[in-house]
């Protein structure tokens, strides 16, 4: 392999096209490729869950099986294989654990997850893949750094590795009750009694990924600033301090090739930059579709996300009316808290013409929504990255934003005195900011001029994966070579 290239075991709870709840399976499932484009040999591991579709499975070679034991248990472990777009996936076969109703909501969760940790490190030395660098990312891979420090760095195999630790979204910790920490984990008692492991009396997954990772990242700068407050560092910003010489933020990128108007079949009428009358007859189709007033003169503003606090629901729930009598039409496609999903589903009545509420989850049509939509919504509470702007911004779609973590790193707002700008932001977390950001938006909709302006600017950007995966590049090839240099935690 040549100077500066790499190998690297990427360890993800979820990845497209095999598994999907949210952004960190686009991240899984388009990272590794754009590793692979600078020359490394990245290969990507998952659980083998029930929910991956047939023709996958079918798809998928045994490398090996044996046996292993988590704490007390001694199990089984199958390794399977296959490769897509060129990256090696491994799956880690175990019916106990991953043949299950659900992916997360289980009772297990932590031994589910600490089961997952092990078998990635157990299974290195028989399937002749010895990675520089293992990439965990999220709760459900936290306790991979910590199993490692506590006794893999040991054994001569494993000594060289490094781990590093990216956090999709500090909200989601896996906290359990502590008994737990000796009983699955089976590591030695000082890791919960330094409290390295603990927050608040409960093993904390996240926590453990972060004070044991050679190096964290996180994926956006602003998000990296933000978790070491209180404000943003839902009760872990003080181990992200501590850890704060090792910490960075890296944005993250979309899969430039899956998002393309030019070529997505998904789409009713396929469309580059400049051809805004195609953009157009996209949007002529999502509101047949959906059963909206058909008029391409009407502001069209899409709104696709998980539906929960985090995404800014109270501010468009408290100024609803408001919104709707700008003149926009809105389209909401999003699951998630009842009470959410119920609002709109009660406003759709009073709306039938203007607005669509799709409680559901469709890929199919979020890519008509982005490319039929003029604005798309995101007035995030906090937000780590953020792909729907990015995804907008690919389509030609202006993003509404609150100017939060990755948000704020990639939306500028637009400014008439100089005509700069790819959206409209926001600072303070309040429905009435928010209202007139939409109102500003959309009276400058209505000059078309500075309209197809700043569509065609936007489709101009880049927000592929190339240049962030320059940037893990340059910190796999800082971490490698800083030989001597350990977590000062242990
Ligand atoms: P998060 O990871 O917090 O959910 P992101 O913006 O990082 O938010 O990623 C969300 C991804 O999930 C985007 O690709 C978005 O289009 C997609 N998505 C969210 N809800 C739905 C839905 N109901 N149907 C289809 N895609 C959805």
């Known amino acids: 392999m040549k100077k500066g290239k790499k190998k690297i075991l990427f360890v993800a709870s979820e990845a497209d096209p095999f598994i999907k709840t949210g952004g960190l399976a686009d991240v899984a499932g388009s990272l590794p490729q754009a590793l692979r484009e600078e020359g490394h040999d990245v290969r990507l591991v998952i659980p083998q869950y029930r929910q991956i579709p ?8 045994s490398v090996c ?36 109703d659900s992916i997360y909501e289980n009772d297990d969760k932590h031994e589910q997850f600490a089961f997952f940790s092990q078998a990635v490190l157990d299974m290195l030395p028989v399937i002749d893949f010895k990675p520089d660098i293992i990439h965990a990312n999220d709760w459900q891979t936290g306790p991979l750094p910590l199993l490692f420090a506590d006794r893999y760095r040991q054994q001569s195999y494993y000594q060289d ?35 390295n492991i603990r927050h608040n009396g409960l093993l904390n997954y996240m926590k453990t990924g972060i004070m044991y990772a050679d190096h964290i990242t996180t994926v956006s700068e602003s998000y990296a600033r933000e978790i070491q407050t209180s404000y943003f560092g839902e009760g872990l910003d003080y181990a992200l301090r501590m850890r704060a010489d090792d910490l960075s933020g890296i944005l993250n990128g979309i899969s430039y090739e899956k ?36 008029n391409a003169d009407k502001p069209l503003i899409g ?23 700008t003149g926009a ?75 939060t973590g990755g948000l704020n790193d990639t939306v500028v707002s637009y400014n008439e005195e100089t005509g700069e700008g790819t959206g409209f932001s926001f600072s303070n977390y309040n429905a009435h900011d928010m209202l007139h950001t939409i109102e500003r ?24 994966w190339h240049n962030s995966a320059k940037k893990y590049s340059k910190l796999y090839n800082n971490l490698t070579e800083e ?4 977590p000062k935690q242990k």
Request: charged share 25%; proline share 3%.
């Open 303 to 325: 709104f696709i996300s998980r539906m929960v606090e985090q995404k800014g629901l109270d501010l468009v729930r408290a100024v609803f009316d408001e919104i709707m009598a």
């Open 65 to 100: 099986h044996f046996r292993t034991k988590l704490a007390w248990r001694d199990t089984y472990l199958g390794v399977n294989r296959l490769e897509e777009d060129g990256v090696p996936v491994y799956f880690i076969d175990n019916k106990y654990y991953f043949d299950r």
């Open 161 to 195: 590795i490094k781990t590093v630790f990216t956090i999709h979204n500090l909200k989601y910790q896996g906290q359990f009750a502590g008994h737990s920490a000796g009983d699955v984990l089976g590591v030695a008692p000082h890791h919960w009694e330094s409290g």
């Open 54 to 61: 047939e023709e996958y499975k079918e798809r998928m070679e």
């Open 483 to 486: 030989k001597a240099k350990r």
């Open 329 to 403: 039409q809105f389209l909401i496609l999003g699951t998630g808290q009842r009470e959410y999903e119920e609002f709109f589903k009660a406003k759709q009545h009073k709306y039938p013409d203007n607005l669509s509420v799709n409680i559901k989850y469709d890929a199919q049509l979020a890519d008509q929504i982005y490319a039929g939509s003029d604005l798309f919504l995101m007035p995030s509470r906090f937000e780590p990255c953020g792909l729907s702007q990015l995804i907008s911004f690919r389509y030609g779609t202006i993003p509404i934003v609150r100017e």
């Open 259 to 294: 998002f393309d108007p030019k070529t997505n079949k998904n789409l009713a009428v396929r469309f580059s930059k400049g051809e805004i009358d195609k953009k157009l007859a996209n949007k002529i189709h999502i509101q047949q579709k959906l059963g909206l007033e058909v």
């Open 441 to 464: 938006a959309v009276s400058f909709y209505e000059q078309k001029g500075v309209w197809n302006k700043l569509v065609n600017r936007v489709m101009d950007l880049n927000y592929s």
